[in-house]
């Protein structure tokens, strides 16, 4: 559900704050200039999601 992958990026180190919108599919996260992309998805994976990073960055798309 869109609270554990909330949670799951919130531990990510350089993650400040992210949002997930589960009906879009979509997670908007704000984050410092030490955010490892790959880290961030892999939590989503851990989550037992898969995501991929929109153009534009700061976004990424839930596949399930």
């Not at 790959?38 to 939590?43: F, N, P, Q, V, Y």
């Amino acid at each position: 559900c869109a609270v554990s992958i909330r949670e799951a990026l919130e531990k990510v180190p350089g993650v400040r704050s992210a949002s997930v919108d589960f009906d879009s599919g979509q997670a908007t996260v704000g984050a410092s200039a030490e955010l490892d992309a790959g880290a961030a998805l892999s939590a989503v994976a851990a989550a037992g999601y898969t995501a991929e990073l929109l153009e534009g960055g700061g976004h990424a798309k839930r596949r399930s």
